[in-house]
């Protein structure tokens, strides 16, 4: 069993279509379907079912990714850790990323990174943080940016600092001119609300919070983007409750109310918990620690856990 051949089968795997797996892997589609035969011929089973509308993983073929998914990693892992010696890095960096992060400006870090290491090619996903810290453990992604809470069982995190939420209005609102709302505000109560996706970190801490306060939220629209939410607003379908960050986009027509008391989430970047983190994620969570905003560094704590400082730059196991 080759590393090739390994490659070759995620690539089916996730593309669940040979043409395009063969152009992600740079083969002629010939060659890819020959590399799989090869394969399956030497586990003694099929790997996919073909027919000619659909490509579909067998059961022996779901219970081969996650471990050729962990093989090309640790190759990965190898390569980096000799680049490294030369003080060169290379391959790829696939990066997960929730759609707001505060005070973490990620495009800049990307950049930086990019012009730092310019042999590393980056690939940037966006999900819900559930959904990355999942798809982190298992190797499709080498490191996320979510908000908590982390699943410290399977991912090693690294404090980012906190954001402090806010109610996002329209310009000309009533509320707009407010420097604080609480959630138990007698206004917000016949106030229609535009939420993010259900799923996301952020839904459930807000539906949290809003449930401790004893606001019941009459949702008038429910969207998975956050550019699009912030149009609702602007648009007048609603109110919503935001990172401030979030807001900046559409700032000269909707305006961030803080909310007292304080709202507040924390901001992670997370690897596996089971490997160490390549040379090319720590080079990028170290760059994002040295550029963090001071804002959202929020309190320095006394002693370890997940907050080591710009220097130390490498995750810990978290959590006392």
């Given at each position: 069993m080759e590393l090739r051949q390994l490659a070759h089968f995620v690539a089916v795997a996730e593309e669940l279509h040979f043409t395009r797996a063969a152009a992600r892997v740079h083969v002629v589609q010939s060659s890819l379907s020959a590399s799989i035969g090869a394969l399956e011929r030497e586990l003694g089973d099929a790997l996919f079912v073909r027919d000619n509308r659909r490509v579909a993983l067998t059961p022996a073929g779901r219970a081969l990714l996650p471990s050729a998914r962990r093989a090309l990693a640790a190759a990965e892992e190898g390569r980096d850790a000799v680049a490294g010696v030369r003080g060169v890095l290379h391959g790829h960096l696939h990066v997960g990323a929730i759609q707001t992060l505060g005070g973490v400006d990620l495009?800049?870090?990307l950049a930086a990174f990019h012009r730092a290491h310019p042999d590393v090619t980056l690939r940037l996903t966006h999900d819900t943080a559930p959904a990355l810290g999942r798809a982190v453990a298992g190797a499709e992604l080498d490191i996320a940016?979510?908000?908590?809470?982390v699943d410290r069982a399977r991912l090693r995190p690294v404090h980012l600092g906190r954001d402090r939420l806010g109610l996002a209005v329209r310009h000309d609102d009533p509320l707009a001119g407010r420097t604080a709302i609480g959630l138990d505000d007698p206004g917000l109560r016949d106030r229609e609300f535009v939420e993010y996706r259900r799923g996301s970190a952020l839904r459930a801490q807000i539906d949290a919070a809003c449930a401790a306060a004893g606001?019941?939220?009459?949702?008038?629209?429910?969207?998975?983007?956050m550019q699009y939410l912030l149009e609702c607003v602007r648009h007048g379908l609603g109110?919503?409750?935001?990172p401030p960050m979030a807001v900046r986009a559409a700032a000269d027509r909707v305006r961030a109310v803080p909310i007292d008391p304080p709202l507040r989430r924390d901001l992670y970047a997370v690897v596996a918990a089971g490997r160490p983190p390549t040379g090319?994620?720590?080079?990028?969570?170290d760059l994002v620690l040295a550029a963090r905003a001071p804002e959202a560094a929020g309190p320095r704590r006394s002693r370890g856990g997940d907050e080591p400082g710009p220097a130390a730059g490498r995750p810990t196991?978290?959590?006392?």
């Open positions: 495009a800049a870090s940016f979510v908000d908590g809470p606001l019941a939220r009459r949702v008038s629209c429910e969207t998975e983007n109110v919503a409750v935001l090319a994620a720590q080079a990028l969570i196991s978290g959590g006392a």
